[in-house]
């Protein structure tokens, strides 16, 4: 048995032992049985406060077990809640520094007025509403800023592959044709989250029909991450 004692009381599903055991210095990264982290014990435990305690103190939600399995990808297998999934993968406000330059293009002015300033739950709102179009103006931000947008919009469309809304078809497509896009365009801007972009990209590529999107329709999600991991690869 390779479970700590933060790795049981995570599966309880109550907050107060594990702010006990992170206040006595509990390692959060701590690995126990098969290789699984504290955040996939907490969705045993279905509380997503004890997630965002264990994410605040540094738990890393993209630590895989020995199956190659992270925490949110384990959460999505066992039909986790929208607030754990949200808890998984929180989401920051960005400062204006971040969006420097934006008055100077028409086209990241508009894009400014439509994410700045924006919490999670706005954006899922903007992301729900129309994703390609969502996808089109996340492509007009400022290199600097762009990154983590486009992140959490990779983020949402692994979200909602067991949704029920048809417009994940298009949520996918408009993530893969972009992650090509600025591949070809603006791969500086994308280095450093470039390993986080890939995984999302390869995901939505292995499960391109549990999203509805027809290859006759859509073309072949796997073809277009084969080009962007080619473009990719020195990164």
Known sequence: MNDTPLHTVCSWGELEPVE????????????GDHGSSVLINAVVGRNPESIKLLIRKGADPHLRNDWGTDAIEYARNVSASKEILKALQPRKRRHESDWEGHEL?????????????????ELTEIFDSNPVEAAENIFRIPDKAFPYYFLQFGLHVQSVINSDDISKSDAASAFMNYLLA???ERPHVIEEMAPSLLKIGDYIASHQKD?????????????????????????
């Open 20 to 31: 006990v055991l992170l206040e006595h210095g509990a390692d959060v990264r701590a690995v």
């Open 105 to 121: 293009s028409s086209d990241s002015t508009w894009a400014h007025g439509i994410f700045f300033g924006k919490s999670g739950d």
């Open 182 to 184: 600025v591949s070809r």
């Open 211 to 235: 999203y509805w999107a027809d290859e006759d329709i859509y073309g072949s999600f796997l073809d277009v991450y084969e080009e962007i991991k080619k473009i990719l690869s020195g990164f």
